[in-house]
């Protein structure tokens, strides 16, 4: 499949111009979902919810990989592929059977779907068919430090889902004070995690589409942790003083 330069670049813009949106608009409202989903209406399960707007970032580019069979599609744009794969695997495979979150609502899985989708083709079509990579990228420290960042923020996403899992019992909707690993530092540490996941992704590619991703993750989820960290000060006068909402020691 040749190169669809078009395409890449638009979706890619298209990921800078919504993050800043997304972010604007957070500024005023949290995203309607979760705590802050409004009552009344249409809304799935959680497990189910998860699985369906998820696993499109998993499937589209496996079928995009499956699909590749040009020479230059070798293990390093594999690896890349397979990275960005790892975390969707997750997330509906494993993540979407655990969940214990609130029921989510039908526009918020519809959008998700779509997100999922388009972003899913838009890194796996790039690093198969139009990223250029040098032969000695595979042994450069770039690559190496981005892995490694993705897996620590991998870690700490996986480790704070299990943290706010365990706070509540099967099919309750109750709020409780998170404690341990890096909610010690702050009130968002998933999306600490998730974010930590990208930018080494972005890190590892060095490409315009993985920045916009991870820019476009940052804008999106971000304001989120900030909307917690001031939601679980109001809700206990016991909430620790020195934890931070997103970033530690600092915001």
């Known amino acids: 499949m040749e190169c669809r ?3 890449v670049s ?9 993050g800043a949106a997304f972010l604007l608009r ?10 802050y989903a409004q009552p009344g209406g249409r809304c799935w399960p959680a ?16 079928l995009l ?17 397979w990275i960005f794969m790892l975390h969707y695997f997750y997330r509906s495979c494993i ?38 990579l040098q032969h000695t990228w595979l042994t450069g420290v770039r690559l190496s430090a981005g892995v490694l960042v993705f897996a620590v923020g991998l870690t700490i996403n996986i480790h704070s889902d299990h943290v706010l899992r365990n706070l509540r019992k099967p099919g309750e909707y109750v709020y409780r004070i ?15 995690g998730e974010i930590t996941e990208w930018c080494g992704f972005a890190l590892a590619v060095w490409s315009f589409p993985a920045f916009a991703f991870a820019f476009f ?29 997103i970033i530690p020691f600092i915001l």
């Open 65 to 81: 990989l499956l699909g590749s069979a040009e020479p230059g599609s070798g293990t390093g744009r594999s690896l890349l592929v």
């Open 178 to 192: 998170p404690r341990g690993g890096m909610f010690e530092l702050v009130s968002g540490a998933n999306f600490f």
């Open 217 to 245: 993750t940052i804008c999106s989820i971000g304001p989120r942790a900030y909307h917690h960290h001031r939601d679980y000060k109001r809700r206990f006068e016991d909430y620790p003083r020195s934890r931070k909402a």
């Open 95 to 132: 993540y979407s059977l655990l969940t214990r979150g609130r029921p989510v609502p039908l526009k918020i899985i519809c959008s998700s779907v779509v997100f999922c989708s388009l972003n899913g083709f838009l890194q796996g079509h790039h690093l198969l068919h139009c990223a250029h």
């Open 47 to 62: 497990g189910p919810a998860w699985f369906l707007q998820e696993v499109p970032a998993f499937l589209v580019p496996l």
């Open 5 to 7: 330069s078009a395409a």
């Open 26 to 35: 957070q500024t005023r409202r949290c995203g309607q979902y979760g705590r």
């Open 10 to 18: 638009s979706l890619s813009w298209a990921l800078v111009v919504g």
